[in-house]
């Protein structure tokens, strides 16, 4: 007798991807143990999930028997930007304007943190600022802000759960002035406005693009803003 189909999440597929996923985001090659650690998943059941993404050629060892990336890495990736619209637009209006006086930044919202597909540097060379960036903490991020700020009750509280309850009061003060102003802002230590972003969305996909590491008074954040508002028409014209 056949068993009922079941509607429940499959937990291996899920600890399978967020294994693939840390592997990915890291800056060096990661041991059993350490991956473990992260993902708060026993090692026997790390190791297994490794073995099998070696197998197929998501994950590689190096001399270390550590693990890293394999070649289907780079499948993905080109595939992924066959097939994402935003990412398309995004990054060919991006690579178009080079700063020399700020940061040029734009991401979605993946759980609770933002993963940025271009982040040019000032003076950098726009096709650098491609990729390569790691996760950042949303209430941490201007960018995250404005895109959490998009979302509805339930799953903003579902998103912010586990938070720390200072950052969870923090986050809900500021969502009422970034709802009104359509833009999220972030200031120094001295008080200047170091950081913008706003949102935007190309095949009914959500990111932010934000100007950062730069220093401007209160009476520049419209001109800003309306620059930001520029690159988000040409990104959304072209997707």
Not at 193 to 202: D, E, R, Y
């Amino acid at each position: 007798m056949m068993k009922p189909e079941t509607s429940q999440p499959n937990q291996s597929l899920i600890d399978g991807i967020r294994c693939f996923q840390e592997l990915t985001t890291s800056d060096h090659p990661l041991g059993t143990k350490e991956l473990s650690e992260r993902l708060g998943i026993n090692m026997i059941k790390v190791n297994r999930l490794l073995r099998t993404l070696k197998s197929i050629g998501m994950a590689e060892q190096n001399q270390q028997k550590k693990y890293r990336p394999g070649p289907v890495v780079h499948v993905l990736a080109a595939q992924s930007f066959h097939s994402s619209a935003l990412f398309r637009a995004a990054t060919h209006v991006a690579i178009r304007h080079p700063y020399d006086d700020r940061t040029l930044a734009i991401g979605i919202l993946w759980k609770d943190a933002v993963v940025y597909m271009y982040h040019a540097l000032a003076h950098q060379n726009p096709a650098e600022g491609l990729g390569g960036y790691h996760l950042y903490h949303a209430s941490q991020s201007s960018i995250g802000k404005a895109l959490l700020a998009e979302m509805g009750d339930e799953d903003l509280a579902m998103c912010v759960a586990g938070w720390s309850p200072e950052d969870r009061v923090g986050l809900a003060e500021m969502l009422p002035t970034i709802r009104r102003q359509g833009y999220a802002s972030q200031r120094d230590k001295a008080g200047k406005i170091n950081n913008i972003a706003a949102t935007f969305q190309v095949g009914g996909a959500r990111a932010g693009i934000a100007f950062t590491d730069m220093v401007i008074e209160d009476g520049e954040v419209e001109r800003r803003v309306a620059e930001l508002r520029g690159l988000i028409g040409e990104i959304e014209s072209y997707g």
